[in-house]
């Protein structure tokens, strides 16, 4: 197992871009988190903000199993699509213990943060978006932190081990299984629970 993964683009000023210390998505989405929050509680009551960060954070958890379900393993078998796929989360899949790909890169992470701050605005107007977007955000903090601790990191405590077991059997057992990173109960509602591979010799 490679703990070193190859470039995705030939250019290294632009490969660069690709590879990201775990500290980044905490410098960019920490104090966007506190924006938000500093909006939210201007236009609501605290009961209010404290029930639409809940929802936002429900709505990241079911947006990382289907982003990770139907995108990151939507695998075209050649073309752009392939190599598209292997761009975005094939690598991390040949090359699982590169630290440096183990968080979404800030080149994909801001601009998908945007659309859904868009999103929220649009659907719920500007009064509830703000809240709604503290619980998403911090939801996919809890995720990319989670998914680099599982990867460089033994857990003590029993939930740890739980999701570091789930997280290596998506990886090294079945990659059909097992997509709610930081939130398996969704693979448990949607039939994708990934249960031990058991081995004959």
């Keep these: 197992m490679l703990t070193a993964s190859p470039r995705i683009f030939a250019t290294p000023a632009l490969d660069r871009f690709t590879r990201v210390h775990p500290a980044v998505p905490l410098a960019i989405f920490l104090p966007a988190i506190g924006g938000f929050v500093a909006l939210a509680v201007q236009r609501a009551s605290t009961g209010a903000v404290l029930a639409e960060i809940a929802g936002g954070y429900v709505f990241w958890t079911l947006t990382e199993y289907w982003l990770h379900r139907a995108v990151f393993h939507f695998e075209p078998q050649r073309g752009i699509g392939a190599r598209l796929h292997w761009m975005i989360h094939g690598v991390h899949h040949d090359h699982p213990s590169d630290p440096r790909r183990l968080v979404m890169p800030p080149m994909l992470s ?51 081990k ?23 109960w969704w693979d448990i509602v949607f039939g994708t629970y990934s249960t031990r591979v058991r081995r004959t010799s």
Aim: charged share 15%; net charge neutral.
């Design 110 to 160: 801001v601009p998908l943060a945007s659309v859904f701050v868009g999103l929220f605005v649009l659907v719920l107007g500007s009064r509830a978006a703000w809240g709604m977007s503290v619980g998403f955000f911090f939801g996919y903090l809890v995720y990319d932190m989670t998914h680099y601790a599982l990867h460089h990191h033994h857990p003590r405590n029993r939930l740890g």
């Design 162 to 184: 739980w999701l570091r077991e789930l997280h290596m059997r998506h990886h090294f057992e079945d990659d059909e299984r097992g997509f709610g990173v930081s939130v398996p």
